[in-house]
């Protein structure tokens, strides 16, 4: 442990009294509360008061346990910075309910002199230390490839997911008792923290709502998603965040058909992934009406929408710009706020660049990135033995493909087939997000498994469906041998079908291509796209 120092003790009053003063009861500490089941995390300059404070708590003093964590060089900003880590390490270990409320704009974490020391290695002797004495369960680094950890609402916010926070909720506390409903637009592409900001906004909604002096106070509100493995990721967070129910978080059509029972308006709803929302009945969905995102409307005070047309993958859920504009038109009040800065992938802007001119069917040379990790193989199981390595080394390392092979959802297992590789697509469960399960290095990923969430290293099967015009060296598109036949499905009202499902295939590789932290390693299926990328 070095310098860095864990004392622990009973926590009760008569223990705290017994503790002679030391130099580190008016110095920046770290500390925790806990028992077996919850915990809650702290820093102070002011120790015996601060627990003085916890033991006057209704809901604090439950808990059986406190320690502290002293270095001598501690500051308030290191002091900030570790217990903004150990909130977020603790509920992604997934073993303790956590007591906590939302970090304040005050006291975000932010840059300070040798904060790599602090951030790192000081951090990693308190993880290993707290291993060690078996007070938490899992090593950082599976921590931080769970969907739970990088989708916590305690997460570290950049100074402009920050700004969007503090403004999302200034429109909720000032128009939340208006007699028309009121929506906010949040745009942004894949890997921009889209998700991360609504978890957090969210579980700050949630805090005012059982807040006695907050203009949100009794508010019920609701954080929607038309993506099942993200709606777990959200209800296994929820499992653990003391502000949070797994009833706060529904599919869109299940709230609206909630709603239309109760003919009561939701007071807040945040929709994420709002490109997903059905724009035409849907009877397989159970959902009648017209369009779902006029639906929320209908049923809600104030919507937050969180959108990119560019993840649009269906034509009954199809969105453009037009669209969505004569819908919000007469509840929209200001600009659409626009999140650009990338977060997902750790490339520079000529790797985005390429892959964002590449989804517009256009081949450019293969840029260089000394921090990212991008290639082109020949064979597909090739490229599959090296996502397996990668996953070895890195974890969360896995290979997708886009819906150019048959799939059905009838119990039966359907492959991929590729040169020498056959690998079957994604198995399912009601619990576990599919990259987080390790058996599934064996299998091919969809759209439908991995839209929203991140990998380290990602292996893009581009299908028979994604050839090569040699004559205009640009990318061809043939629908014909796309086989999400769903997706397909419900193309009236839409002017241009045929460009209409030729952008979806693009956008399915726009999603593929923006998983990878680390690294994106690509493989093409028709031949001649095959030994044109490889040719640059």
Not at 51 to 61: C, F, G, P, Q, V
Not at 263 to 272: F, G, Q
Not at 309 to 335: F, H, N, T
Request: proline content about 1%.
């Amino acid at each position: 442990m070095g310098m860095t120092e864990l004392k622990t003790w009973d926590f009760n009053k008569s223990t705290l009294e017994s503790i002679k003063n030391d130099t580190y009861f008016d110095y920046p500490v770290v500390y925790f509360l806990n028992n077996n089941t919850t915990v809650y995390i702290g820093e102070t300059v002011a120790f015996k008061n601060r627990m003085k404070s916890h033991l006057n708590n209704i809901e604090r003093k439950k808990l059986e346990k406190m320690t502290l964590i002293i270095h001598k060089e501690f500051h308030r900003s290191a002091t900030y910075n570790i217990e903004t880590k150990l909130i977020n390490y603790f509920l992604g270990d997934d073993r303790y309910k956590l007591q906590n409320k939302s970090q304040t704009a005050q006291s975000v974490t932010h840059n300070y002199h040798n904060k790599e020391f602090y951030d790192k290695e000081i951090f990693n002797d308190i993880w290993k230390e707290l291993l060690k004495r078996r007070v938490v369960n899992n090593p950082a680094h599976v921590i931080e490839n769970r969907d739970i950890f990088k989708l916590s609402p305690f997460k570290e916010l950049s100074m402009t997911q920050l700004e969007l926070k503090t403004k999302i909720l200034e429109v909720c506390e000032e128009h939340i008792n208006d007699d028309e409903t009121f929506i906010y637009m949040i745009k942004g592409e894949a890997g921009v923290g889209k998700s991360v900001v609504l978890s957090s906004v969210f579980n700050s909604i949630q805090e005012r709502a059982a807040d006695k002096n907050s203009n949100l106070h009794q508010t019920k509100n609701f954080l929607l998603v038309n993506h099942s493995e993200m709606l777990k990721t959200y209800k296994n967070i929820a499992a653990n965040v003391k502000f949070l129910k797994k009833n706060n978080f529904d599919k869109p059509t299940s709230f609206i058909n909630k709603q239309k029972k109760t003919a009561e308006k939701a007071d807040i709803v945040l929709v994420d992934e709002a490109h997903l929302l059905l724009s035409r009945a849907d009877v397989f969905n159970n959902f009648n009406e017209d369009n779902q995102l006029e639906e929320i409307i209908k049923h809600s005070k104030v919507v937050i929408v969180v959108y990119d047309e560019k993840q649009v993958l269906k034509l009954k859920s199809y969105w453009d710009k037009e669209r969505l504009k004569k819908i919000v038109s007469g509840y929209q009040r200001e600009e659409p706020y626009v999140l650009r800065e990338q977060f997902r992938m750790n490339a520079g802007d000529d790797v985005i660049d390429w892959i964002d001119n590449f989804v517009e069917k256009r081949i450019g040379r293969l840029p260089k990135d000394k921090l990212y990790d991008f290639k082109i193989f020949d064979s597909a199981k090739e490229m599959h033995d090296a996502i397996v390595e990668k996953n070895k080394e890195h974890g969360l390392s896995r290979v997708v493909s886009t819906f150019d092979y048959e799939h059905k959802k009838d119990g039966e297992q359907y492959f991929i087939r590729e040169d020498s590789l056959e690998i079957p697509w994604n198995s399912t469960d009601t619990k576990n997000t599919w990259a987080e399960k390790s058996e599934t290095i064996k299998e091919a990923g969809s759209i439908y498994t991995i839209q929203g969430f991140d990998l380290n290293y990602v292996g893009v099967i581009l299908g028979p469906s994604v050839t090569y015009d040699e004559q205009n060296d640009c990318l061809k598109i043939i629908t014909e041998k796309y086989s999400d036949t769903e997706a397909f499905r419900g193309k009236d009202g839409i002017e241009d079908v045929v460009r209409a499902k030729e952008q979806i295939i693009l956008n399915s590789i726009n999603v593929l291509m923006k998983r990878g932290i680390k690294g994106l390693y690509i493989f093409a299926s028709d031949e001649g796209l095959r030994e044109r990328l490889l040719e640059i």
